[in-house]
């Protein structure tokens, strides 16, 4: 990288990582961690919202009537269960929202010390991804029959280890890449990894 730093931004932003008597790799760790918030959703955001666009546009330009239904005129030319009949089923709705949030706070859990900008970032992706998926389940598929759970099931476990996991890997980022653990003997930075879980 040079006395440039990361992207030309300064000697500041330089990452030593793998030196010899240098384990900084926290701003390779942030670098990683701001890439994968990122692009993940990409391809969903892509699935969702171009193609539909881009099919609806498509059979515009052929000529075929799209007959959705538009909430500023109240009212459809098409009748309601019709319409919803040739909407396209959302099939494993559920499972696949409860991974993609179960990804993303892992991601945030175990790596929250190296990129403190995350749950913002989460925060804004989670917003669109909400009126994404709004759109999806009441315009774009059909409804999905509604049942009641009474937990969220294996979910509950899964985040509740993400937690432990996440305070025990941020100790041990604080402890042994951060500048503060620099100044440490090996026995002070297990014994501040103890303290801080």
């Given amino acids: 990288m ?7 931004l300064g000697a500041e932003y330089t990452d030593n990582c793998g030196d010899t008597g240098n384990n900084n790799c926290m701003s390779l760790l942030s670098f990683q961690l701001l890439t ?3 692009i993940k959703p990409v391809p969903k955001f892509f699935q969702d919202i171009i193609i539909p666009l881009l099919k609806k546009m498509f059979r515009r330009c052929q000529g075929t009537k799209v007959d959705d239904f538009s909430p500023s005129e109240g009212h459809s030319r098409m009748h309601y269960l019709l319409r919803e009949m040739q909407k396209p089923n959302a099939e494993d709705f559920r499972l696949s929202e409860f991974n993609e949030k179960i990804i993303q706070y892992g991601y945030l859990m ?3 010390a190296s990129f403190p900008l995350a749950p913002l970032l989460a925060l804004i992706i989670n917003i669109i991804d909400l009126r994404v998926d709004g759109k999806r389940l009441l ?5 999905p029959i509604p049942f009641r759970d009474n937990d969220i099931g294996i979910w509950f476990h899964i985040l509740r280890f993400m937690n432990v996991l996440g305070v025990i890997s941020n100790a041990f980022l604080i402890a042994f890449t951060s500048e503060f653990g620099q100044s440490l003997t090996l026995a002070q930075k297990f014994l501040f990894v103890i303290g801080f879980e």
């Fill in 139 to 143: 315009w774009w598929n059909r409804r």
């Fill in 36 to 38: 994968l918030m990122i």
């Fill in 110 to 112: 175990l790596f929250a």
């Fill in 2 to 8: 040079g006395t440039d730093g990361i992207f030309g």
